[in-house]
């Protein structure tokens, strides 16, 4: 199992950017890929971007392609989603998640996570 921790969030303005962070402990973080997601208030959660192991290949949601950059230092044990040109409905709970110790290729499914944080709140005003 590996531990996730998101932040990075907060309160910003439409056009405006934010980058969040996602910090991992308690296995080998590298040997899996990861993705971030999010939900909104009264809605289900939805895929945003994914990675694979490497960082050398990512898939992004239809709603945040151009806009939204995942990346990851494995050295680090971390991962990052650079977002830009944040509009209010990109407003919701962004969620790191982790596939499967070994699962090295992208998922964009929710349900071939393994492992999930808590969140962190993006708010972004009109």
């Known amino acids: 199992q590996v531990q996730l921790v998101e932040s990075g969030g907060g309160l910003v303005q439409a056009g405006g950017s934010l980058r969040l962070s996602c910090a991992a402990s308690?296995?080998?973080?590298?040997?899996?890929?990861m993705g971030w997601f999010r939900q909104a208030p009264g809605k289900e959660r939805e895929f945003v971007a994914a990675?694979?192991?490497?960082?050398?290949?990512?898939v992004y949601g239809d709603s945040v392609k151009g806009r939204f950059t995942i990346s990851r230092d494995n050295a680090k044990n971390t991962v990052y989603l650079e977002m830009n040109s944040l509009k209010p409905e990109d407003t919701a709970a962004y969620y790191c998640?982790?596939?499967?110790?070994?699962?090295?290729?992208?998922?964009?499914?929710?349900?071939?996570?393994?492992?999930w944080g808590r969140g962190t709140q993006v708010t972004v005003s009109s």
């Open positions: 998640a982790a596939r499967p110790l070994g699962a090295v290729v992208i998922g964009t499914e929710q349900r071939v996570y393994a492992d």
């Open positions: 308690g296995r080998t973080f590298s040997r899996s890929a």
């Open positions: 990675t694979n192991w490497r960082g050398t290949n990512t």
